[in-house]
């Protein structure tokens, strides 16, 4: 597997730059760009001693294979992240709070799931390595630099992963529209899990029987149905209400 890839847009490139600079090689910014974000940018490569080069807009485009860049690239090196998923776990001095996505294909989601796991201090983002979307340029812009921030582990067998998560003390909660049990009911101050299906398919079978609890998210209009980013935004904030909850007495 490659060691560098391209990641496009301005929020991905800036949260990379103050977080990790080491780990970008130069930044490709289209030099019809003269706008002040574009101007930020080259400030922040200034000060970071980041290499930027001006280039023109159909270079930017042949890198990242897409027109929705906003006219900027980064060659990057692949973050050190941990090598296994116990490693993190044995570092945690809290609940586990862990993001499971079986089967998630679209970038987009992907990449707003990310998002609300940073916003709401999910410790890692499991998804299985086949059949399912990894962190591409698109997640990472979508992401907004969430994808550098919040561990994500691809896994070879997600029903072992989850059974090792279990055997950890880890509840494992999956979500289901036909679940007895309700969002609102739950007790979620535990080291958790949470377990969200794909777009249209849900969990698969064995993932579903892996699960300690199945939930509910009540729902009072026509729809059936959420977009899993929304669905996981919904969980995990109500998981982080709760610990907050806990916390403050």
């Not at 847009?9 to 019809?32: M, V």
């Not at 089967?103 to 707003?112: F, I, Q, R, S, T």
């Not at 777009?199 to 993932?207: A, F, N, P, V």
Request: with cysteine; net charge neutral.
């Amino acid at each position: 597997m490659s060691r560098s890839h391209y990641i496009f847009g301005f929020h991905a490139i800036t949260s990379r730059l103050r977080q990790h600079p080491d780990s970008i090689r130069e930044i490709y910014l289209d030099a019809n760009r003269q706008d002040q974000r574009a101007r930020d940018l080259i400030n922040l490569a200034e000060t970071t001693s980041t290499r930027l080069i001006l280039c023109d807009q159909d270079r930017v485009h042949k890198m990242t294979g897409t027109t929705h860049h906003q006219g900027v690239a980064a060659h990057v090196t692949k973050l050190q992240q941990y090598a296994v998923l116990e490693d993190l776990l044995d570092g945690l001095t809290e609940p586990a709070f862990l993001l499971v996505l079986d089967g998630v294909k679209d970038p987009h989601n992907l990449g707003a799931c990310l998002r609300v796991a940073d916003a709401f201090g999910v410790h890692a983002v499991i998804v299985p390595k086949d059949r399912a979307v990894g962190l591409s340029a698109t997640v990472h812009k979508v992401a907004s630099g969430a994808a550098d921030t919040v561990p994500f582990f691809a896994v070879t067998n997600l029903a072992r992963t989850l059974r090792e998560l279990k055997e950890a003390g880890i509840w494992i909660v999956g979500t289901a529209a036909d679940a007895s049990d309700t969002l609102a009911a739950v007790t979620l101050t535990r080291p958790i899990a949470w377990v969200l299906g794909a777009e249209g398919e849900g969990m698969r079978r064995l993932t579903r029987e892996t699960c300690d609890q199945l939930v509910s998210i009540p729902m009072s209009g026509s729809i059936e149905s959420l977009n899993v980013s929304v669905s996981a935004g919904i969980c995990l904030f109500e998981t982080y209400r709760q610990h907050i909850r806990k916390r403050n007495g």
